[in-house]
Structures are given as structure tokens and as C-alpha cells.
């Protein structure tokens, strides 16, 4: 791959903001895993198995699932964020594989954000 | 912030964008130089607060007013109405508050309310495998002002005007560091990174290396430049597999972007940097002693000067920064030290990430800014005590090099100056958290097990002495200590401190000295009446039950391995001392609090013999 | 086995500061390090055995004894052991009837005790080989160790 140069740097970051934002990336849902130290030992990899396992059985393509790191709330672990175009992200915590698969259905496929298993709703300000 | 006379929080979530933040907000800016105000008010973006059906949305601060559904033609009344004549424009106004939202709002919830991010500014965001998502968070863009347009003098000068300070543990001006090392003349110069994060119950540096690699690239790539490296090394534990996996695909990525290795971002400059595992020794956290291991050797501290900054890792001048010191960079040279110092006090500025543990609820990892009071950290965002019926005791903060904060203490503001004043150091950030069931005694004492078992050996008075006082506090432990102990250990301590050559050893005594001030009457207690009150130190304690608190339910009995205790349901029970081996399930296991903790007692110790030899 | 050493020496030959990653490498091709592993490197890297012996005697990431089949590592640190890791340790030795740094007769467990691991949000910790159980209890002891037998 050829060195960036600033102005590189600059249309990486307009075009990945796009699919960031889910807008014009042409995903409808965003579900990101936490998956830290503490995440991982707390059982994230059988929630993205069981996620990934979901999508498949449901056959959706608009729904975008993707890792990242510590969300912070170590005691509520495993976590993840789900974010659908235009609404709020709602972070749900302490997940088992039959809670994500109840928050796929229920929130990713028909919008209702599963109330019982959320934690919060929103995003933190970054200064 | 104070410096505005408001401060307005426009939402830039997804949905507010979406339906127009960008736009409403170029308008208030607009509207606001029209009208003279721009120095007065200021716009922040934040993140979602969850009403996108309401956007865009803004809150006005100092007031607290709520305005939604913003558009561009309002703005102009919007900004005369409220900023120039003072009330609150009504149209916009938020109406329904009344309307409760049924999963909690960000706001609502002080774990995340009272935080703050900037070093944590992409956690759970980003995939941290990812550079260019990393990219779309303003990534690199930091590190391509530094290389085209500011001299290592500007960079220094930025770092030294924000106030930045080294997020390992003392605390010392990183703008300094750098420009010692920037004025050494050398052919080879080494920016490092210590990954090689020690203290007990700290994990912010494996959090942010986990979740964030670029971000503390990028720093060292400013770090490099500053001083005139071209080389660096990040030195991590080995124990932490998935933070040095993550930080050698970021690198990899770097290199393959240009972003490391010659003439990075087309501006001449070059630097290249690669990972060094560390082989778990404690010690190795002090920067003589972290050079000399990546040089093949044992890890022990040398005398300074000269400092590193002279002569470092090969004998060649050296910089080395603390991970999340390192993440910090970025944003203070993209956004000015004016914003660095919008948090935190006038020698502690910025913000600070913290692990909190313990007996806490929110176990988890936290920024806030500097200045924070520790109750707010320990009872809004911790959101206090696990067992709420457990009383708070005290704070450990520092690391094997802390010291304990006892509750009388808890309204200080954390900053550098004022937890050192209480005899702990601000550390690398962990806050182990103790109710009163923790024994203070006990808890120096497996602080000083920890560095007897560190100590690498180089000054007696580390390797002896710390030894000589684990000793005495196990005798103390176990019912063996004498008159004038505390006194010795006072002595001890203040000979290791004075005569230690790294930081390891004149820190070590720091756990007895701060809990025999703040808990010397429970020494006392453990050395003359041999009773630990906690019933932690088995051999000094006793347990009874009292009889008008007991229900008679009868969980005691079940929970004790011994069938120590007896009685007839619904009735007072009663322990039968000389079966008892003061395990505390009991004491863990009452739900009524009727487990009293005595002094220890003269028992017949061949009664647990019998029964052990019957069974 | 041997040529997998000295595959590893080679590469790091005449670089400098190179004995830990060497000895790092070869811990995980052999399993621990005796002398006669620390001699071999020695001589590969042009250095005293006593050099590499004071390396490896001074970082608690080496061993020279070997380890067990599964080699668990218990956390102390400060969260861990607020939240009474202690019990669980002891349980552990009870269970497998072996001190810290021995390993069972049949050659199955090893037990090590490790600074902090890092995961205090879910203290007590351990770990073995290479999965991570959190929130450990003395109860839990038996359950954990019946999936590696």
C-alpha cells in the first residue's frame, strides 16, 4: 500500500465517519462486543458466537457487528452497544447467549430495545 | 470551562447529526461573533443523550435549560432571546419533562455522568484493530500537525503550557522530560513507552493498549519528535497477551501506512518503534531499571543522575512515558494546552483514569478530571459499597507504594498535591476499595509480602528490611507481637526510605506508615489484646453469638465446616469455642448481624484434633 | 527440539540485548528452562552461563523447574486478594494436595501464584493455561479443575 499523506489521512477520515455513522454506510443496526481482558473472561466470545450465529439464521445484511475494546463497566460484563440508524445506542450489560438472542430479535430485527437487560441509553462525551 | 459565561451542549450523536446538528451549530457560531458573544460562550459537542427523536437537542450550562428540535431559522431569535437578553427562548424548550424515559439516560446514571473522557475518548467506539476507524476519530491528525508544522521547541512548548504530567506515579512535567532529552546531543536517541503496568489492582494501561494501540503510537510518534528519536520500544508484560497482540497489528499497520518508518506523512521525518515483553519483575517499572532490562539484563535501578534523558537504554539519551500518558498527546497538540487545562487544577491538570475495585459496586475503569473529591469517585460513580450493609472503611491508592485513605478523608479533592498529603501517592491510578471487614494489619502486610518478593536485591535495606518488617507484622498476625513494635516498624520505615536508591524501596514502607497512622488502634488491638476485630487474623479472634439477636434460622450451622455450632431452630444458637477454628462462614453467612467478633480465647485445641481424627 | 533453539538463536545472534526474547522463546518451546536449555544459550550467544543464569533466576516469568499439563496461575494482586483469593488458593492446594511451584504426581496441575493479572473487575482471578476464570469462589474450585481432568 502506497504512504499516506495528510490529505489521505484527511478522506480516510470523511469516508470511514461515513460508514461510522452507519448514514451513508448503508447499515441499518451496529452491535459492538466489548471485548477486553475482562470481557473476554466474562464470556464475550460466546455472545459474538451466538450473535454471529443469529444474523445468519435470520439472514440479514444490513446489520453490521464489530469488537472493540473495555467499555469501563467491568461488573456488568460481558457488554455490548447496540446502535440503530438514527436512534440512540443502548448499551445492555451482564448478557448470556439466550439474553443476546432475545436482544437481536426483539431489538435489532423489530427497533425494540430490550428494556429488562439495558443498562443505559446514549453515548459518553468526549472531551 | 469556568472562563465562559455559559457553556453550550449541543449533541453530536448519530441521530442529532443526522437530522442537523453540523448546520444549527455553524449558525450559533455565526450568530454568536454577530452578536459579540463569542468569547463569552462556548460550543462543546457531546455525546448521545438519548433523545434523537427530540434533535438536535442542546443543553445551555450554567442553567441547565433544554432546548430540541433546533433548526437554522430559529437560531438568530434563539441567541438574542437567551444569550444577549437572558431568558430562555420558550418555543424550543424542552416540554414533556415529565416524560420518563424507560431505560436510563446517560445522565441519570452517575457512573457515566460524572466522567470525562479523553485518554478512554475511544473506548468501546473503535475496533482497535482497526486504523481506519481510528483515523475517523481525528487519529494521526495530531501527529501530522506535529511533523509539518511544529518545531520539537512548539510540541514542548504545548506539552509544557497544558501541564501534562506523567500518569505513572510521581507525577513529573512531561514537557520537561521531553525537553532534557530534546537538548542532549547524541548520533541515537530512544522514545520508550512503559507498558510494564505493576501496581495490584491497576489495569488502565492493558485497558488502553487493548482498546486504543494507535493512540499510544501516536503519542510516541510526538515523543520522538520532540526530542529527536527515531527509534522506540513499548515495553509490555508478557501477562498481557491480548494488549501486545493489538499493539504489534497496529504497528504493523503503521508501518505499512507510512505512519512508521522513513519520512512519515511525506514531512522527512522518521521513526520506527517495536514491542519488548517484559519477563514479570515489579521493579522493572522504574525507568533505570526498564532500560536495563530490554538491554538483556537483570532489571535493577542504577543511581541517577545521569538521568535518562542523558544516558538511557545503550547509554544514549531517553525518554520514557507511562501508556496513558502517551494517549493524552494527541488531543492537547490537536486541540491547545487552553483545553488540556479546562480540567482539573492549576498543578493537576487535565483528567486522570482510575481502576476502581475492591468492595465497590461498579467495579470498573473511570476518567475524571483532576480534583474530583474521592466521594465522588467512591459513591457516585463507584456507587459505594458492594454489601450495602458493609460500612466503607478505606481507600488504597498507590499501588504497593500507596498508601490507605481512611474515611474521615474521603471529601479531598484527588490531585497529585492532596493524596500525597494523606500519606499515599496517586500511583498509576488504582483505587482497591475495603469495607470493614478488611483487616488493616493484614492489608500492609500483604503489601510488604508483594515487595519483599520484589525487591531486586541491590540495596540491603529494600532486600533486609523489607523482610525484617513482613516478620513482624506476621508475628503481629498471629499473636506474637510485643510492646514497642509499632515504634520499630516507624524506625524501619523511615531507615528504608532514606537510605533506598529507587523508588521501589524509599516507597515500600508506605503501607505500614499510612494505616499504622490512620488504624494505629487496631495494632494495638492486634498486639495487646491479641483480637483483630475483622476476624481476619484467625489465630486473634473469637466468634460468639448473641443470643437476643439470633432468629435460630440456622444458616450459621450449615455454613460451619466444623459443627461448631448448635442450637434448636427458631431458637438462639450457640458456638462451641473449643471446635472453632475461626473460619468466619458464620460471620459471612448471618444475615442478622448476630455474629459478634471477640478477642481470641484459651481453647482446648485437642477437641478439633478428636474430631478431626473421628471423621 | 534442539534445532527449534538453535533456529531461535541464530536469529537473534549478535543483536544485542537479545537474552531475554531468546530465553522467552525457548521457555515456550521446551516448557522451562534447566541449566543444561541455559548453557546452550549461552554459548549460542556468546555469554557467560552465569549471565543467562542471573537473568532467568531474576524474572518470575522463567522457571527452571517444569511445569504440569495444566499450569494454573492465581492472582494476587491487591483486588484479588481484598476479595479473599486467599481461600481459593488454599482450596486449590488442598484439592491437589501440592504446594505453589510443585506440581501433582501425576504431572497434571502446577500451581503459581502471579502478580496482577489485570482483571480486577472480576476479582478473585485465575488462570489456567490460557482461559481466565473470574469472580472464583473456594466452592467453584472443584467444578473448574473437573474440566481439566
Known amino acids: ?127 | 470551562m469556568e472562563k465562559y459565561r455559559a457553556n453550550l451542549l449541543m449533541c453530536a450523536g448519530t441521530g442529532c447529526v443526522a437530522s442537523g446538528t453540523p448546520k444549527v451549530r455553524a449558525a450559533i457560531e455565526e450568530e454568536l461573533i454577530k452578536k459579540g458573544l463569542e468569547n463569552e460562550i462556548k460550543i462543546v459537542l457531546t455525546g448521545c443523550n438519548g433523545f434523537c427523536a427530540e434533535g438536535p437537542v442542546m443543553l445551555v450550562y450554567p442553567e441547565e435549560i433544554f432546548y430540541q428540535k433546533l433548526t437554522v431559522a430559529e437560531v438568530p431569535k434563539l441567541v438574542e432571546e437567551h444569550f444577549l437578553k437572558g431568558r430562555p427562548y420558550e418555543k424550543l424548550m424542552f416540554k414533556d419533562i415529565e416524560k420518563r424515559h424507560a431505560i436510563p439516560l446517560m445522565n441519570d446514571i452517575p457512573f457515566f455522568k460524572h466522567q470525562v473522557l479523553r485518554v478512554l475518548r475511544n473506548k468501546g467506539l473503535i475496533d482497535p484493530d482497526s486504523i481506519d476507524e481510528y483515523i475517523a476519530r481525528d487519529g494521526y491528525m495530531a501527529a501530522a500537525k506535529a511533523l509539518t508544522e511544529m518545531s520539537p521547541e512548539d510540541i514542548i512548548k504545548a506539552i509544557k503550557d497544558a501541564g501534562v504530567r506523567g500518569r505513572g506515579g510521581a507525577g513529573f512535567p512531561t514537557g520537561l522530560k521531553w525537553e532534557f532529552a530534546s537538548k542532549s546531543v547524541a548520533d541515537q536517541k530512544y522514545m520508550l513507552c512503559n507498558g510494564d503496568e505493576g501496581d495490584p489492582g491497576a489495569f488502565m494501561d492493558r485497558s488502553v493498549m487493548e482498546a486504543d494501540p494507535h493512540s499510544v503510537i501516536e503519542g510516541m510518534i510526538i515523543g520522538a519528535k520532540a526530542i529527536g528519536s527515531s527509534k522506540g520500544v513499548i515495553y509490555v508484560r508478557a501477562e498481557y497477551p491480548l494488549a501486545v497482540q493489538r499493539l504489534q497489528n497496529a504497528i504493523d499497520d503503521c508501518r505499512e501506512r507510512g505512519l512508521l518508518g522513513n519520512d512519515i506523512l511525506g514531512s522527512g521525518f522518521s521513526f520506527d518503534l517495536e514491542i519488548y515483553l517484559g519477563a514479570g519483575a515489579f521493579v522493572c517499572g522504574e525507568e533505570t531499571a526498564l532500560m536495563r532490562s530490554i538491554e538483556g539484563q537483570r532489571g535493577m535501578p542504577r543511581p541517577r543522575p545521569p538521568f535518562p534523558a542523558h544516558k538511557g537504554l545503550w547509554d544514549k539519551p531517553s525518554v520514557l512515558n507511562n501508556v496513558e500518558t502517551l494517549a493524552q498527546i494527541a488531543p492537547t497538540i490537536l486541540n491547545g494546552p487552553e483545553w488540556y487545562r479546562q480540567l482539573g487544577t492549576e498543578k493537576s491538570a487535565g483528567s486522570k483514569v482510575f481502576a476502581l475495585t475492591g468492595d465497590i459496586r461498579n467495579v470498573g475503569l473511570v476518567e475524571v478530571p483532576m480534583g474530583t473529591p474521592l466521594k465522588t469517585i467512591i459513591y457516585d460513580i463507584g456507587g459505594g459499597m458492594k454489601n450495602k450493609k458493609k460500612k466503607f472503611k478505606s481507600v488504597q491508592m498507590g499501588g504497593p507504594s500507596g498508601g490507605c485513605i481512611p474515611e474521615e478523608l474521603i471529601d479531598i479533592p484527588v490531585t497529585y498535591e492532596d493524596v500525597v498529603k494523606t500519606g499515599a501517592i496517586m500511583g498509576s491510578g488504582g483505587m482497591v476499595v475495603m469495607d470493614e471487614d478488611t483487616c488493616m494489619v493484614s492489608t500492609a502486610k500483604f503489601f510488604l509480602e508483594f515487595t519483599a518478593d520484589e525487591s531486586c536485591g541491590k540495596c540491603t535495606p529494600c532486600r533486609v528490611g523489607t523482610r525484617v518488617m513482613l516478620d513482624m507484622l506476621t508475628d503481629i498476625t498471629e499473636g506474637r507481637g510485643r510492646e514497642g513494635d509499632i515504634e520499630t516498624l516507624q524506625d524501619l520505615s523511615n531507615d528504608i526510605i532514606a537510605t533506598s536508591l529507587c523508588g521501589l524501596g524509599q516507597t515500600a514502607p508506605n503501607p505500614i506508615l499510612s494505616t499504622i497512622r490512620y488504624f494505629k488502634d487496631e495494632y494495638e488491638a492486634h498486639i495487646h489484646q491479641k483480637w483483630c476485630k475483622t476476624g481476619i487474623c484467625s489465630d486473634l479472634c473469637s466468634f460468639e453469638i448473641s443470643e437476643d439477636v439470633c432468629t435460630g434460622c440456622g444458616a450459621c450451622a450449615r455454613a460451619c465446616p466444623q459443627g461448631a455450632i448448635v442450637g434448636e431452630k427458631k431458637k438462639p444458637h450457640s458456638i462451641i469455642q473449643d471446635l472453632c477454628i475461626q473460619c468466619r462462614s458464620c460471620y459471612d453467612r448471618c444475615a442478622f448481624q448476630s455474629i459478634k467478633i471477640g478477642p481470641a480465647k484459651e481453647k482446648d485445641k485437642t477437641a478439633v484434633a478428636v474430631k478431626d481424627q473421628e471423621e | 527440539m534442539l534445532q527449534e533453539i538453535d533456529r531461535v538463536i541464530q536469529q537473534y545472534k549478535g543483536k544485542p540485548g537479545s537474552s531475554i526474547p531468546v530465553l522467552q522463546r525457548c521457555q515456550e518451546i521446551v516448557g522451562y528452562l534447566p541449566p543444561e536449555i541455559q548453557k546452550i544459550v549461552a554459548r549460542g550467544l556468546k555469554t557467560s552461563a552465569a549471565e543467562i543464569h542471573s537473568v532467568v533466576s531474576f524474572y518470575s516469568f522463567f522457571t527452571m523447574k517444569p511445569r504440569g499439563d495444566h499450569n494454573i496461575r492465581i492472582c494476587l494482586g491487591t483486588a484479588c486478594y481484598v476479595k479473599r483469593v486467599e481461600e481459593v488458593l488454599s482450596k486449590i492446594k488442598d484439592n491437589l494436595k501440592i504446594d505453589v511451584g510443585e506440581v501433582t504426581e501425576d504431572k497434571k496441575f502446577s500451581i503459581e501464584t502471579v502478580r496482577c493479572l489485570g482483571a480486577c473487575g472480576l476479582a478473585p482471578v485465575m488462570v489456567i493455561d490460557e482461559e481466565t476464570y473470574g469472580a472464583m469462589t473456594p466452592k467453584k474450585v472443584p467444578e473448574v479443575l473437573a474440566e481439566y481432568s
Do not use: W
Open chain 1, 1 to 127: 500500500m502506497a504512504k499516506l499523506t495528510i490529505d489521505d489521512l484527511k478522506k480516510i477520515k470523511e469516508k470511514q465517519k461515513a460508514t461510522f455513522t452507519l448514514r451513508e454506510g448503508g447499515s441499518r443496526a451496529k452491535i459492538t462486543v466489548h471485548m477486553g481482558t475482562c470481557g473476554i473472561a466474562a464470556g464475550a466470545r460466546t455472545i459474538m458466537t451466538a450473535l454471529i450465529d443469529e444474523i445468519t439464521k435470520a439472514g440479514v445484511e444490513d446489520v453490521i457487528t464489530t469488537t472493540s475494546g473495555c467499555a469501563g463497566l467491568c461488573a456488568r460484563e460481558p457488554m455490548i452497544t447496540v446502535e440503530l440508524l438514527n436512534k440512540a445506542p443502548v448499551k445492555y450489560g451482564d448478557l448470556t447467549e439466550e439474553k443476546i438472542r432475545e436482544i437481536f430479535s426483539e431489538h435489532v430485527l423489530k427497533g425494540n430495545p430490550v428494556e429488562k437487560y439495558a443498562l443505559v441509553v446514549g453515548s459518553e462525551t468526549t472531551y
